[in-house]
């Protein structure tokens, strides 16, 4: 008897370029968000807040791209870390009180690609030759 997933490893590397792809883009909306606005503005903050939002355009189109994927992933995941320690747990404990789920699980998604590589579709493979 075969297992309904036997066939679906041979799919893994153009599935993590698409979970790539859509942190990325949903990443990068947080940052346009601070500095054009789009989808919503955001209230002013200061210049850690801008600093974020440059973290995050920069990364957002770097990691959608799949260019110098690794260290822009683990540079993302590490800023996850630092927004969730400083804004989100001294508020509780618990990640559904305090607003930090998406903080934790963009961390936990950078910095897996940070080990496995941008997968198929990335011009780190494509361009650079590198995986």
């Not at 799919?11 to 990325?24: F, K």
């Not at 600093?51 to 770097?62: D, F, K, R, S, T």
């Not at 959608?64 to 404990?93: C, E, K, N």
Request: charged share 10%; glycine share 10%; hydrophobic share 50%.
């Amino acid at each position: 008897m075969t297992s309904f997933f036997e066939g679906w490893e041979k799919w893994s590397p153009q599935i993590l370029s698409i979970v790539r792809i859509m942190a990325a883009l949903c990443f990068l909306q947080h940052g346009l968000q601070k500095y054009i606005g789009f989808p919503s503005a955001t209230p002013p903050g200061d210049i850690l807040h801008y600093v974020q939002g440059a973290i995050e355009v920069a990364g957002g189109i770097l990691l959608a791209l799949g260019l110098w994927t690794r260290p822009v992933a683990f540079i993302m995941a590490g800023d996850m870390a630092v927004a969730y320690f400083t804004q989100h747990m001294p508020r509780s404990f618990f990640p559904a009180l305090n607003g930090g789920d998406a903080a934790i699980l963009y961390c936990f998604i950078f910095f897996y690609i940070v080990f496995v590589g941008g997968g198929a579709w990335s011009l780190d493979r494509k361009v650079l030759r590198q995986e």
